[in-house]
């Protein structure tokens, strides 16, 4: 049974925890506002001219990327309006892995992009690690 001390600890490493998520969201705020906006300007003026998003990242990055692209053809919360043209690179095993075997994991996302991208489309890769 936990004494009340372990207690206290877990709790106040949870609260550290949250008070760190909300410094590293205002910090976010000033300094990467604009960039975020010129992310967002850029991905409709791409919608606008019948483009799409396509979406990559490795690990975890693969699921964020797969997740993101998910709302954006299902709708995130309005499932009424119409789906915005998006495909996550990370979905078809098959090819990923047949390509790294064959040639290389380098260039796994441009041969995809060089066989259905456009254009105009808009690449959105995603590094949770930095990499």
Request: contains cysteine; negative net charge; proline residues 2%.
């Amino acid at each position: 049974m936990q004494s009340i001390l372990e207690i206290r600890a877990m709790r106040d490493l949870i609260k550290s925890d949250i008070e760190e998520s909300i410094k590293v969201k205002k910090d976010l705020i000033d300094s990467s506002l604009g960039d975020i906006e010129n992310a967002a300007r850029l991905i409709i003026k791409c919608l606008l001219k019948k483009g799409k998003v396509l979406w990559c990242g490795n690990g975890g990055s693969a699921a964020d990327a797969q997740h993101l692209s998910t709302e954006f053809m299902g709708g995130m919360t309005d499932h009424n309006r119409k789906p915005i043209p998006s495909i996550a690179l990370t979905t078809d095993t098959s090819f990923i892995t047949a390509w790294s075997n064959d040639t290389d994991f380098e260039s796994v996302f441009s041969r995809q992009i060089q066989g259905l991208g456009l254009e105009g489309d808009v690449l959105v890769a995603i590094s949770t690690s930095g990499n």
